[in-house]
């Protein structure tokens, strides 16, 4: 059941994406876009290692 969630939140945050470009493609241009793009990327990414990294450390406390 959670993939199907985990599935669901993808295409519906691809969806956003692909609505939000048009509007922002037009107004911009396709360079501003990829621009903006490449930022929100970069950012889930430093997200995502700092999330990593702070799992890490809470499992390495965790007695096993």
Request: aromatic share 10%.
């Amino acid at each position: 059941r959670i993939f199907a969630f985990l599935g669901t939140l993808v295409q519906l945050s691809l969806l956003v994406g692909m609505v939000a470009s048009g509007p922002f493609t037009d107004r911009y241009g396709p360079r501003w876009t990829w621009g903006a793009a490449s930022i929100v990327l970069a950012f889930a990414a430093l997200n995502a290692v700092r999330v990593s990294l702070r799992e890490r450390r809470r499992l390495a406390d965790v007695p096993v």
